[in-house]
């Protein structure tokens, strides 16, 4: 089953110390847990160095897009979420085993995936960015990646495209634990350019001061984030679709986009476009039933 592509950028020091002492830490409590049902409390798990969905912060604990929107999900739905943060790789393993609830860091929605998986309509569009060294020639066209190295986060939808994309374009593909790693080898030179998520890819920009920079050349498939659940329990996917769905019409996902990634979204963005039904349309699992969300 395909991974969730939970890219992490922060380059502060403080995530390289959070993954050695705090991410074990949670992993080892992960399988120590009582199992969790929807009904009793819900936990949803995020990848704690995913900048700027979700990155420690100062005092301990985790901030960041995706746990803004958790909480204000909470608010909707009536019911408090745990957050808990963990690598990525081990989220949904942990949600098929009943450890945590849903997904709640962004997951690339697409075909192979929502054949094992629930997923809520999507709050975010999704595009693969690059990113090369500031000082070096810019990349218009994917044929220019032919003869170079690109880093990208293992398990992703990147890893995958680049994996699968490889041959037709003559580059060669370096997968690198955490997404944070992989923007550490463009920086060191160990490759040449990088692969990640939108959002992901224009922090990464930001916190490498004036070392890299976003290229003109993306791969756009039309694909939006959405949150993961457990394909047996559409009653939470139901009702945290429906708590996006009031948070886009009460003006508070374009707050949230606008807070962490410095501009309005689009008009017409899945940030602000109510789908119909529930999860994603023209994607398995999407439920075509007509439904006016119950907002606070």
Known sequence: ?????????????????FRRLVLPAVATLALAAPAVHAQD????????????????KLGGGVEGFNVDLINEIAKQIGKPIEIFAGQFSGLIPAMNAGKISFVGAPTTVTPERAANLLFSEGYLNTYYAIVVPAKSRDITSLEQLKGKTISLNRGSAYDKWAQENAAKYGFKVESFGT????????????AEAHMSGNTVAAYSVVKANGQLKLATAKVDEGLVWGA????????LRNAVDEAIECLKMNGTLPRLYEKWFGQKPPAGSATVTVFPGYGVPGMAGHDPKAHKPSCR
Not at 1 to 17: G, Q, S, V, W
Not at 41 to 56: C, E, N, Q, R, Y
Not at 179 to 188: E, G, K, R, T
């Open 1 to 17: 089953m395909a991974r969730p592509d939970m890219e992490e950028t922060d380059m502060n020091p403080r995530n390289a110390l």
């Open 41 to 56: 409390k819900l936990i949803a798990g995020v990848d704690g160095t995913f900048a700027p969905h979700a990155m420690p």
């Open 179 to 190: 997404n944070a790693d992989a923007v550490q080898a463009l920086i060191s030179g160990r």
């Open 228 to 235: 993961a659940f457990r394909k047996d329990d559409p009653q």
